[in-house]
């Protein structure tokens, strides 16, 4: 941790020069090209979201065999209010519409049955695994975005690289990089009702003194206020009339793509979303699950919508920490299971098709027959995304003890 | 302390900057005062970690009581009187009242008036007075987290209410997940509290037949494989095992992740506890076992055999996860991290967990082997811990000796919530974090400072600070003097250098340190902002 926060400090100074003149900041980021760096927004759909329903395999008999009450029925050609037609054999959940066009421009991919090697069913070791890219192995103290952090070619360093939303920093941001954890733009300053010194008071008592987690986290606090109230983020309305849906997932992503129209230098956001542990009642085309969904398809179509022609700097994954049993359970939902289906989206994506290999749904094909079985680690992907994306140099191994595999292809 | 010699200290800063001893300072009596000695020190840290943070003068009392005596005490809190906050709780009637009461006084919207809402023939005024805001179920859960906060600020009984806070945690429900809402003021009051200090076999047996843990890891639904519904609206439709609660009873109630157990195991739990459900949910929400919902078969659970029959083969399983060492060593590890540290010292893990296992899983004991231990007393565990956000709120609102009624106990729990921790409000079976790294980063520690700055400028709704009290009889002409009682009141004379120097070279800043009219000297000191920067400062984000 220590070498975490004098690292930050070093990308500290820069920071604090770029606020000194704001205006002429401003302009500088404007014309540098390494600015516009790319972008990674990483959603985690925290809880185990059930793949079956998100990306329904309608062309596999063992869907329909395994799931009696829950399971979607085949698209119809007009009919918006079921599973929306993707290829023949895989339909996308009707409360994912949004994401449509986006598959139709061939910009959204989907891996349908991505996950862990490691077999565990617990939803607190598998995020760990997810996180720090590292499935099996609890004693690895940094997460994998932490490290792309810190293996970014070069380019600027403000204290905004890496930003979380949320309250807590996940476990996938951690890392000698350093990264931010923060709730709301608006509300990111001291808040006093008369001038601005005791601010400057809490900055002084963190500025210098003992190199700890405390002090650091204190430091690159500061930094960032600064930062960011210089470049007006959290006045920056939603463009293309993009409406995100109420609550604190699309409030996310609201913010995060604030973040990339002020150019305070983001490269790598994480959001995440909870809800998914549907063991009851899961629902079908309407219900539980369906109602997460709306909000999940709702948000991440507005942010594209938001960004606009920026969007082919960014590029949005999302994951979840295994998917749920091919068969219902006995209260018309699902258990926890293993493979889960991912998206990805923006940039240079190669979209409008699936990647990895289906496994199939018959009793033998699934893992300790039950479970979806993964045919894409985890890793393949998200290695993927991070060197062809972000220009993560492969040689930095972002994957402790996995030897990268065949790519999938699916970022050109 | 003479007006020059307080200004004679402002022009020595940078002596302190440097590092030099601080007895060089003019004002050096008044610190070495208040650097604790080694009595003072060992109650400052039982305090710190045994409650939620010294009041003014609960030093004084500890050393007075004895570190030993008073932590036996808190001990045996049935023997602490505890009048003045029963009396403060009588404001929030949901806490006494039984899950049947409050289905019915704090009832679901009833969908006639939603459909009449939503139709426009009722106004949302008319729809307010036909169901008042204060009469619906999410004021119970609100009555529950001012009960909490009331409680850890002003209950004598600390020990018990930190160990409440942490089995709640430990069996972790959350409040927002359907019924929950009406069961979970009887989970904490008959579950949870009855058994903070008791045994940890009785507190595993409660939960499990609660209808709060029942109903948020769904076991009140898991039915024999096969099994079909007879009456209802789901007559005649197929249902069957939910693991939910089987894995999470394995995974964080009892053996921990690593605990060696299999899915085989989980799957096998899980039809011990068939049966396990909930009667009238939606009434008087209680415990039933149904026969006919439940596997009769042999289990075979970590290698044993479970074939007691109906209702028992659960409370088997309750009995060998309660008696295994895993779970001992489960438990001792959990409580000397919150503690302790949070890299835990094994030696005290496996002392403790052996406390578990001769005692049966008594609480005390291993309590007591902790605050014994060398390694809970080691200077180096002294402000070793992060404080979450509930104990930061809490420890800074008993620090200033603030008075908080009903209201300023929901302002410091909307306070917490902000910092990250919505208490009943963790929605995964994990609970809250008990890390550093979960609550340190840069969006958390300005709502810190931020909650400093309201809670000692008297921003917060029902909550009094009395920092009057605690700088004394300083001079408020004396900046420097005000400073030293802040110091001494907040953080015991735990400050670094470094912290020091910069607090005193914000006595210049005109926000703290108003000049009299001709620009002479110093006319007062603003104590609030002063206190402020001290409660946001590193050391007492520690305890």
């Known amino acids: 941790m220590m070498a975490t926060r004098r690292a930050l400090l070093k990308s500290g100074a820069c920071a604090l020069a770029a606020v000194a003149m704001p205006p002429r900041f401003l302009a500088r980021v404007a014309d540098a090209a390494e600015a516009r760096g790319k972008v990674l927004v990483a959603v985690f759909q925290r809880g185990a979201v059930d793949g079956l329903s998100m990306v329904i395999p309608h062309g596999d008999p063992g869907y329909y065999a395994s799931r009696t009450s829950i399971a979607l029925a085949r698209p119809r050609q007009g009919d918006a209010d079921i599973a929306l037609e993707l290829d023949g054999f895989f339909a996308l959940h009707p409360t994912l519409a949004p994401l449509l066009p986006l598959w139709r421009e061939r910009t959204l991919a989907i891996v349908p049955a991505c996950g862990s090697p490691d077999t565990t069913r617990s939803h607190f070791d598998a995020q760990d695994y997810m996180e720090t890219g590292t499935p099996g192995v609890k004693s690895t103290p940094d997460g994998w975005l932490g490290r792309a952090a810190g293996v970014l070619p070069a380019g600027r360093v403000t204290p905004f690289r890496s930003v979380a939303l949320g309250t807590q920093l996940p476990r996938i941001l951690r890392g000698d990089a350093g990264a931010i954890a923060l709730r709301s733009l608006d509300r990111f300053e001291v808040r006093t009702t008369t001038e601005v010194s005791t601010s400057k008071g809490f900055e002084s008592l963190y500025q210098q003194g003992i190199q700890d987690l405390l002090h650091g986290t204190g430091r690159e606090t500061f930094e960032a206020v600064k930062m960011l109230k210089s470049a007006g983020a959290a006045r920056l309305t939603p463009a293309n009339g993009a409406q995100y849906p109420r609550g604190r997932f699309g409030e996310s992503l609201r913010q995060i793509a604030q973040l990339i129209r002020a150019d305070v230098g983001l490269r790598i956001a994480f959001t995440d979303m909870e809800g998914w542990d549907t063991h009851v009642a899961q629902g079908a085309e309407q219900g539980q699950l369906a109602n997460r969904l709306r909000d999940f398809g709702a948000g991440l179509a507005a942010f594209a919508r938001d960004l606009g022609d920026r969007m082919s700097d960014v590029v949005v994954l999302t994951m979840s920490e295994f998917g749920r049993t091919v068969a219902e359970n006995g209260n018309r939902g699902t258990d926890h299971g293993h493979a889960t289906a991912m998206f990805v989206f923006g940039g240079s994506v190669r979209g409008g098709r699936l990647y990895g290999r289906w496994p199939g749904l018959a009793r033998e094909q699934l893992f300790e027959s039950r479970d979806l079985a993964v045919t894409t680690d985890f890793r393949t992907l998200f290695n993927e995304v991070a060197t062809r994306h972000l220009a993560v140099p492969a040689t930095a191994g972002l994957f402790p003890g996995w030897t990268p595999a065949a790519p999938l292809g699916l970022i050109g | ?543």
């Not at chain 2, 139709?119 to 009555?143: C, F, H, N, W």
Request: proline content about 6%; some cysteine.
């Open chain 2, 1 to 543: 302390m003479s007006a020059w010699r307080g200004r004679l200290a402002l022009g020595l800063l940078p002596l302190a900057l440097v590092g030099c001893a601080a007895a060089r300072e003019p004002a050096a009596a008044t610190a070495e005062r208040a650097a604790p000695v080694p009595d003072d020190a060992a109650a400052l840290h039982v305090l710190q970690r045994v409650t939620y943070g010294p009041r003014p003068g609960d030093v004084a009392r500890v050393r007075a009581v004895g570190v030993g005596a008073w932590l036996e005490r808190q001990l045996d809190p049935d023997r602490i009187d505890d009048t003045a906050v029963e009396q403060a709780l009588r404001a929030l009637p949901t806490l006494t009242m039984s899950i049947a009461d409050l289905q019915r006084d704090y009832p679901r919207l009833d969908p006639e008036l939603q459909r009449k809402l939503a139709s426009g023939e009722m106004t949302p005024r008319e729809l307010r007075e036909q169901y008042p805001t204060d009469k619906r179920p999410g004021r119970i859960v609100a009555e529950l987290q001012t009960a909490r906060m009331l409680r850890a600020v002003n209950s004598e009984r600390q020990l018990q209410e930190v160990m409440v806070d942490f089995w709640f945690n430990h069996f972790n429900v959350f409040a927002n997940k359907g019924e929950v809402r009406w069961y979970v003021t009887a989970y904490e009051r008959d579950v949870i509290r009855p058994h903070a200090l008791g045994r940890f076999p009785d507190l595993l047996r409660a939960t499990a037949r609660h209808p709060a843990m029942l109903y948020y890891l769904d076991n009140w639904l898991s039915v024999r494989p096969g099994y079909t519904v007879r009456t209802g609206p789901n007559q005649g439709r197929r249902a069957g095992l939910n693991e939910n609660y089987a894995r999470e009873l394995l995974e964080l109630h009892t053996l921990g992740v690593d605990g060696g157990y299999t899915q085989a195991d989980v799957t096998e739990v899980a039809r011990a506890f068939t049966g396990w459900s909930i009667n009238r949910p939606r009434q008087d929400a209680h415990f039933v076992f149904r026969p006919g919902t439940h596997d009769v078969g042999e289990k075979r659970v970590l290698g044993y055999s479970i074939r007691a029959g109906g209702e028992r083969d659960g409370e088997q399983i309750l009995d060998l996860l309660a008696g295994h060492p895993t779970t001992a060593r489960f438990i001792a590890r959990k409580l000397v991290r919150r503690l302790v540290a949070d890299e835990v010292p094994p030696a005290l893990v496996e002392r403790v967990a052996t406390a578990y296992r001769t005692t049966g899983g008594d609480i005390r004991a291993m309590l007591r082997v902790i605050f014994a231990a060398p390694e809970f007393q080691a200077p180096a565990a002294a402000g070793a811990k992060i404080k979450k956000p509930s104990e930061f709120v809490v420890s800074a609102t008993r620090a200033v000796g603030a008075t908080v009624d009903a209201r300023g106990a929901w302002a410091l729990a909307r306070a917490t919530a902000e910092i990250g921790e919505g208490l009943y409000e963790a929605v995964p079976p994990t609970g809250h974090a008990d890390r550093a790294e979960a609550w340190v980063n840069p969006g958390a520690l300005l709502s810190r400072m931020n909650f400093a700055l309201a809670l000692a400028d008297g921003r917060l709704p029902g909550v009094r600070s009395d920092l009057g009290t605690l700088v004394g009889d300083a001079d408020r002409r004396q900046p420097r003097a005000v400073l030293e009682q802040l110091l001494t009141g907040l953080l015991h004379g735990r400050s670094s250098p470094q912290t020091r120097a910069v607090l005193i070279a914000q006595l210049d800043q005109p926000e703290i340190t108003r000049l009299t009219a001709d620009d002479r000297g110093p006319a007062n000191t603003d104590v609030g902002k002063l206190a402020a920067l001290v409660l946001g400062s590193p050391e007492f984000q520690r305890r």
